[in-house]
């Protein structure tokens, strides 16, 4: 098979020598020794090898660049992806005038949360029939796929908002999470005594025709990890009060979804 000429893409040109650039800057600036420079290559080699690359730039990197990106923008904010979404999870379909109930196992542990809240656009149109995704982790604080020994899409799911644009969901509470601790990503939470926890959340994604997909999070107003997230996905405009209601917890949000650009 002849081999296609690979044609240069100057945006890849641009963003490689940006990396190049500053990862020599940090060097230089870190003042590295040659053992440190392959102690640091040797770290990065074990955080590829080990499946921690996407947690490692998730926890460290992606507020990051959503900040950059969204802090003065109107419409909810979004927050992290993190490295725990998968594709292909199951519809759910609700029984008439019920909510849609989140793939769970038959005595699934953990305090049952119901979920609702509204999706319209910038411009206050509701946005009915459009996809919302869901995940979360579980009673164990782990998350199916990763490091649960549930189903593989036990905990996630998605489904259509009504006509008016309004959903609800029957689920459990989600837990704080402790990101793995035993691994090159949790070293440096040990080197620099940085605790590892994230709030408990809610994962939520939202597509909609003509508007930028929603990536976002949802958080207990009373968690007492918001303040230090070791992700930084916390935005105000993310939290809601979890309200007990005695054998169950009721939970409510609006989303606000930004015009295509
Ligand atoms: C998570 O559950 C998460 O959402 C992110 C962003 C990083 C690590 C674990
Ligand atoms: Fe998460």
Redesign the pocket.
């Known amino acids: 098979m002849q081999k296609e000429a690979i044609k240069k893409n100057d945006r890849v040109v641009e963003v490689f020598d940006l990396f190049i650039k500053h990862i020599q800057g940090f060097l230089e600036e870190a003042e590295l020794n040659h053992e440190e420079y392959t102690n640091f290559v040797n770290w990065a080699d074990r955080l590829g090898r080990t499946g921690e690359l996407p947690?490692f730039a998730?926890?460290f990197l992606?507020t990051h660049l959503l900040r950059a990106m969204y802090t003065e923008m109107p419409g909810t904010q979004p927050s992290?992806?993190?490295?725990?979404f998968i594709e292909g999870t199951p519809l759910l379909e609700a029984e008439d005038g019920k909510p849609v109930v989140l793939t769970q196992r038959p005595n699934e542990a953990g305090d049952v949360l119901y979920f609702k809240g509204n999706v319209s656009s910038v411009d206050g149109e509701a946005l009915g029939n459009i996809k919302v995704e869901m995940w979360q982790?579980d009673a164990d604080a782990t998350?199916s796929a990763f490091d649960s020994v549930a189903p593989k899409y036990n905990l996630r799911g998605h489904f259509y908002t009504d006509e008016n644009g309004n959903f609800e969901v029957k689920t459990i509470l989600p837990t704080p999470?402790p990101?793995p601790t035993n691994g090159p990503t949790g070293e440096f939470l040990e080197f620099t005594d940085k605790q590892p926890m994230?709030p408990a959340?809610l994962?939520l994604m939202f597509e909609a025709e003509g508007h930028e997909t929603l990536i976002t999070?949802v958080f207990p107003d009373d968690d007492k990890w918001l303040e230090n997230d070791v992700?930084d996905?916390v935005r105000l405009d993310l939290l809601t009060k979890f309200e007990n209601k005695g054998d169950h917890y009721e939970a409510a949000l609006n989303f606000v979804m930004r015009k295509e650009q």
């Open positions: 947690l998730d926890v992606e992290l992806l993190g490295p725990y982790n998350y999470y990101i994230r959340h994962h999070q992700a996905g």
